[in-house]
């Protein structure tokens, strides 16, 4: 079993930046994805990395957000940069015990409740 918990999130002015943090307990070999949702939308992939630090990034995310790990907190990070007042969503973090780099929300058994990013213009 494998819980993860999202923090982080607020309200913030486009170009500003934002770190979100997942942590997860009840496994350390896991795969962590970050998903959003935005109003009236469906939930997108954002980004993933898993427990050898391999990432993958939506095209969305590439070249403003990066996703990296701490092994000993056993913390996920989403470092979100020159926010966009698209970006607003609630942010999920999500888990799951495989190694693949997954972008698909149906791969992952494990979910945070989300944390609110609202970036204003």
């Known amino acids: 079993q494998v819980q993860v918990k999202e923090s982080g999130g607020g309200l913030v002015q486009a170009g500003d930046s934002l770190r979100l943090s997942c942590t997860a307990s009840g496994r350390t070999r896991i795969g962590v994805g970050w998903f959003r949702q935005a109003p009236e939308k469906e939930r997108e992939f954002v980004a993933t990395i898993n427990w050898l630090g391999g990432t993958l990034y939506a095209d969305s995310a590439k070249g403003r957000f990066a996703i990296s790990r701490d092994g000993v907190r056993n913390t996920v990070y989403l470092q979100m940069n020159n926010l966009k007042p698209e970006d607003t969503a609630v942010y999920y973090c999500?888990?799951?015990?495989?190694?693949?780099?997954?972008?698909?929300?149906?791969?992952?058994?494990?979910w945070g409740q989300g944390t609110q990013v609202t970036v204003s213009s």
């Open positions: 999500a888990a799951h015990e495989y190694g693949v780099l997954y972008s698909s929300s149906g791969a992952y058994e494990y």
